[in-house]
């Protein structure tokens, strides 16, 4: 595997933008911001928790 990343001029992946999968484009509320915390922090906890502990 090693050396086989090379870059590509042309477009490999087409897709769609829609209102789901979008940047917000205004603020979000504290609690959605405080909610998005708490998932990656929790998210953070497992995948430490799987590398130290793989199954």
């Given amino acids: 595997m090693s050396g ?3 870059h590509l001029d042309e477009s490999t992946i087409h897709r769609r933008l829609h ?3 979008q940047t917000p484009a ?3 509320s ?3 911001i405080i909610a998005a915390r708490i998932m990656l922090l929790r998210l953070m906890v497992e995948a ?4 130290r502990n793989p199954a």
């Fill in 4 to 6: 086989s990343i090379t």
């Fill in 19 to 21: 209102e789901e999968n």
């Fill in 26 to 28: 205004g603020w979000r």
């Fill in 30 to 32: 504290l609690r959605r």
């Fill in 48 to 51: 430490r928790r799987r590398t």
